[in-house]
């Protein structure tokens, strides 16, 4: 079941990759409208979400998903829509789209998560 969730989630998030690329890339894209990056980061789904956990405990029922997402947010980075966050068991990655100034804080906080701290 989570197989068939990761790879909906997955497919959905790659297709408005793919159109929020291509907005984000128009140079008559709204002027209040932040740029936005994609990028895939290659992880060991269980050894990063057990990272994760350790560094920001799960509220109870919430997916690791969301942690993730509210470990951007309690980190300065904003997830609000159209950014987006996947983990794609199956590829052994996460995909993040976040506001391009945010980049090197995304980078930053996967170190973080990677190392366990």
Do not use: H, W, Y
């Not at 984000?24 to 994760?52: I, Y």
């Not at 068991?89 to 391009?100: M, Q, S």
């Amino acid at each position: 079941m989570k197989t068939i969730i990761a790879i909906i989630v997955g497919l959905g998030l790659m297709l408005t990759g793919v159109t929020g690329c291509k907005k984000q890339n128009d140079s008559q894209s709204s002027p209040g409208e932040p740029k936005l990056f994609s990028q895939s980061f290659k992880v060991e789904p269980r050894a990063f979400t057990s990272n994760l956990r350790k560094i920001a405990p799960p509220k109870p029922g919430e997916p690791d998903r969301a942690l993730l997402i509210r470990f951007f947010s309690e980190n300065g980075v904003s997830m609000e829509t159209p950014a987006d966050v996947i983990i794609d068991e199956i590829g052994k990655r996460v995909l993040v789209r976040a506001p391009e100034t945010q980049k090197e804080k995304v980078q930053a906080l996967f170190d973080r998560i990677e190392k366990g701290q």
